[in-house]
Nanobody, 126 residues
Framework: VQLQASGGGLVQAGGSLRLSCIASGIVFDSHIMAWYRKAPGKQREAVAVITEGGTPHYGDFVQGRFTISRDNAKNTVYLQMNSLKPEDTAIYYC?????????????????????WGQGTQVTVSS
């Protein structure tokens, strides 16, 4: 299984980035896809998840700024991030699992996730 994330970079506060994650080695449309992030000194936290059927869920801190989507024909999940804040600075990880449904509520801890990508750095300057 390989999850190849890209799209991170350096952006000023208020700017936008679009992350992409291409999956291989899994039956993509049978997997829940998620984005997590980990900032220095903080625990890994769920940013957004999208179910097999395309229903999105977001962490409380997103507050309407991010949009997760998926293209099953391309085995790709996206995270469009707008109105970025310095506190969004972190390594963003793509994740996949067949059974996680409560990622953003915290009921499915990161330790339960089956597959992880390598991460892409997002840095937001003030």
């Amino acid at each position: 299984v390989q999850l190849q994330a890209s799209g991170g970079g350096l952006v000023q506060a208020g700017g936008s980035l679009r992350l992409s994650c291409i999956a291989s080695g899994i039956v993509f449309d049978s997997h829940i896809m998620a984005w997590y992030r980990k900032a220095p000194g903080k625990q890994r936290e769920a940013v957004a998840v999208i179910t097999e059927g395309g229903t999105p869920h977001y962490g409380d801190f997103v507050q309407g700024r991010f949009t997760i989507s998926r293209d099953n024909a391309k085995n790709t999940v996206y995270l469009q991030m707008n109105s970025l804040k310095p506190e969004d600075t972190a390594i963003y990880y793509c994740a996949a699992d067949s059974f996680l449904h409560y990622v953003c509520s915290g009921r499915d801890p990161p330790s339960d996730v089956a597959h992880w990508g390598q991460g892409t750095q997002v840095t937001v300057s003030s």
